[in-house]
């Protein structure tokens, strides 16, 4: 489903990643463990071109491209196969929750109104927020802001979701409820890139999980392997660190 070559990004004269190869299958949950300035955002963000990383290949699905030679045309092909879940909601505030699901699938997907709604009231149920259709960003909490943001990746109908800290900026206390609704997308077989620090889930959902340090994949196994079995010296530091 996603195949990643040397990709290389610069920010000035700063080397951001340093040479990042990837193969995730259909259906598989990659957790990216790492710390902080190591790059892990910076290379989601070149799957889809936010950022646009200044060498390597990059296949999602069907579409491959030379990010030195990548089209306009190619650029948006790749941006339809992958939704992104950020780390702050960026729900719109004067919009309901229905309505901020809707958006993406009338805006970028020209599906009409009637249509849309119906899509969005049905994944709005399935995160758990079907008494939340009306309510305004500033009516819920985070965590069920969030999951509005999920809805609104999954309405995308992507096969792919990159989901970015998704759980970083809530209180201990609403990130289960996030993780839970993570939980049930993965199951359902949707290809997913995460970015987290949350090792129960790398434990228990990954099929890989990958340590970046550096701008480069430091090492990269199952979640057995690298959480409990780590071989590199870094990696090692920085769960010690973080369990
Ligand atoms: P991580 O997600 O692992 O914390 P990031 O990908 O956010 O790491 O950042 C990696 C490095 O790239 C950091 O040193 C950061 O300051 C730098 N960086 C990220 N985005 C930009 C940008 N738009 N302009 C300049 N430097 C950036």
């Known amino acids: 489903m996603i195949q990643v070559k040397g990709v290389h990004k610069s920010f000035g004269k700063q080397q951001v990643l340093n040479g990042i190869d990837l193969t995730v299958e259909k259906g598989e949950v990659v957790v990216l463990l790492g710390p902080s300035g190591s790059g892990k955002t910076t290379f989601l963000r070149c799957l889809n071109f936010l950022e646009h990383p200044d060498d390597g290949e990059i296949t999602i699905g069907e579409t491959r491209v030379d990010c030195k030679t990548v089209t306009k045309k ?6 339809r196969n992958t939704a992104m879940v950020f780390q702050l ?5 004067n919009k309901t929750a229905l309505e901020n699901v809707m958006e993406g699938l ?4 020209n599906i009409p109104k009637i249509e849309a709604e119906e899509i969005s009231r049905k994944i709005l149920d399935k995160v758990g927020l079907a008494a939340k259709y009306d309510a305004y960003p500033s009516e819920l909490s985070g965590g069920q802001q969030q999951r509005v943001g999920i809805a609104r990746a999954l309405a995308l109908n992507s096969e792919v979701i ?3 800290e998704p759980t970083s900026a809530l209180d201990p206390e609403l990130v289960g409820e ?4 993570m ?4 199951k359902e077989g949707l290809t997913m890139i995460v970015v987290t620090h949350e090792i129960s889930f790398a434990r228990d959902i990954a099929n ?3 340590f970046m340090d550096g701008g480069v994949v430091v090492e990269q196994g199952t979640p057995e392997e690298v959480l409990f079995h780590p071989k590199e010296e870094r990696t090692k ?6 369990l």
């Open 178 to 181: 996030v993780l839970a609704v």
């Open 162 to 164: 990159l989901f970015d």
């Open 237 to 242: 530091q920085f769960l010690k660190r973080i």
């Open 208 to 210: 890989k999980v990958l």
């Open 74 to 79: 190619e650029i948006l092909q790749l941006r």
């Open 106 to 109: 009338v805006a970028a997907r």
């Open 183 to 186: 939980k049930k997308v993965a």
């Open 89 to 93: 909601y960026n729900l719109f505030k």
